[in-house]
């Protein structure tokens, strides 16, 4: 059809960031880029260079690594960025309750955090 333009879908790709556990339980599961970070600064490092990939959509780091990046920049990206969206995931090893984790994502999602929201009277 004239006038008509055809929609073209990007597909982006993963990345992690993470324990060598984590990392190769992702590439096994079909995620080709992984970076392994053992702690902090190495964490930022990878950060940065995946948020520089124009074709990354979603970054997975472990929980305890993004807890050591000190860069408050870094830190301001994670907390709010959504293209790419950046998700932090128990390390392997790590616990962490169900409840916490659907606080985050809604938290991120919608920017309230559902536990701390005063009931209407």
Known sequence: ???????????????????EP??????????KTGIIAKNGEEAEKA????LGMQEIGLII??????????S????????????PLIIEV???????LESDTLRRLILKAVGIDITKVSKFK
Do not use: C, W
């Not at 950060?47 to 995946?50: A, F, I, R, S, T």
């Not at 128990?90 to 962490?96: L, R």
């Open 22 to 31: 984590l990392v190769t339980g992702f590439k096994l599961a079909g995620v």
């Open 90 to 96: 128990p390390d392997y090893g790590e616990h962490e």
């Open 72 to 83: 408050r920049k870094l830190q301001h990206i994670i907390d709010t960025s959504l293209m």
């Open 1 to 19: 059809m004239e006038g008509v333009k055809e929609r073209q879908e990007k597909l982006y790709k993963i990345g992690v960031i993470g324990s």
């Open 47 to 50: 950060l940065n260079d995946l």
């Open 61 to 70: 780091i472990g929980e305890s690594l993004a807890n050591m990046i000190k």
